[in-house]
């Protein structure tokens, strides 16, 4: 399995970042298996196989905020 979460306080008050998070795994065709999330937070479960296309999902759907 492998883990990957999203995180950051401006989660608060930013809408739309879980949304980003899973159309992002979606349209990679990426199955999640579990989530669990906090206010500041989005963890995510996937296979282990999907766990690179996953980040890398991820890392291109947030890239902006990680400027």
Avoid: C, W, Y
């Amino acid at each position: 399995i492998a883990k990957l979460s999203v995180t950051g306080v401006g989660m608060r008050s930013h809408t739309g970042v879980a949304i980003r998070m899973f159309r992002s795994l979606a349209d990679a065709d990426i199955n999640v298996e579990m989530i669990n999330t906090s206010e500041v937070r989005v963890n995510v479960i996937v296979d282990g196989d999907n766990g690179q296309p996953a980040l890398e999902a991820l890392t291109s759907a947030f890239a902006d905020a990680m400027r």
